[in-house]
């Protein structure tokens, strides 16, 4: 059986973050993730968590500003200690609301004669970040995001992401695989993850083009979502979409695939 968590940094932003534990409950979720959950306190969230009866199976190390149109934070070789702070940070959060896992975002490269510095930078942050996590039992992830989106993204493409565990070979690290990221690379989703689930340790989706629910674009979810059922990948499948309507609207757009 599927395990679908809602992203409440897309949905439900017609109201308060501290307001969307709450819809995610009433839409009939047991599970959420926030991209960036360092606007609310620890006890903020442990509370709509308890009260609500949730639990909150993944968030991201802070990207400094990516989201602003920056590189970002884990590959800039002069933001190393920066980044390391960043991970003490999220510790705390860890530490307390005990996620399945937590995702590093690579961030860009702006100047491709740095991209070699800047990859091995995020492996060796990468490689801390897994050490420091581990033994919470919490699961470090990373992501490959779409150029088109993020033009300069370290990190592009399911192949990339495979490398570098490989080269890393930690027991802790796992590919955050993204559906809308790598449907919009032209990427084969469902060869990938037939061929890679096992090194995955949380999938994301959207559909493509648009970033929409499933249903509003291009992406045959009901064959995706069949191959990761019948498959041994008991993780979780987290809707990161932009809705093209209301929340709850989207939510019925894929209500049969639960």
């Not at 045959?220 to 309507?245: C, K, M, Q, V």
Request: with cysteine.
């Amino acid at each position: 059986m599927l395990q679908f968590s809602l992203n409440l940094s897309l949905l439900f932003t017609e109201k308060p973050l501290i307001e969307r534990f709450e819809a995610a409950r009433s839409a009939g979720f047991d599970a959420v993730e926030i991209q960036f959950p360092y606007s609310l306190s620890i006890e903020q969230i442990k509370q709509q968590l308890a009260q609500h009866r949730l639990k909150l199976v993944l968030f991201n190390i802070d990207a400094d500003t990516l989201l602003q149109g920056g590189e970002g934070l884990a590959a800039i070789p002069e933001k190393k200690a920066q980044f390391r702070q960043a991970v003490e940070q999220t510790l705390r959060y860890a530490e307390a609301l005990q996620p399945k896992a937590i995702n590093i975002l690579p961030g860009c490269c702006f100047d491709a004669t740095r991209k070699a510095d800047y990859v091995a930078t995020f492996k060796e942050n990468l490689l801390y970040a897994t050490e420091r996590f581990s033994h919470l039992g919490i699961t470090t992830v990373f992501e490959a995001v779409n150029t088109q989106d993020m033009p300069g993204f370290l990190i592009a493409s399911g192949q990339a992401m495979v490398d570098i565990l490989a080269q890393l070979n930690h027991s802790g690290l796992a590919m955050q695989y993204d559906i809308y990221h790598m449907q919009k690379m032209g990427e084969d989703c469902a060869g990938f993850l037939a061929q890679h689930l096992d090194k995955i340790g949380h999938i994301q989706f959207a559909d493509c083009p648009g970033r929409g629910e499933p249903g509003s674009g291009q992406v045959d979810f009901e064959h995706l979502f069949g191959l990761i059922e019948r498959s041994a990948y008991r993780g979780w499948i987290g809707a990161e979409y932009r809705p093209t309507n209301d929340t709850l609207q989207s939510l019925q757009r894929w209500q049969h695939f639960r």
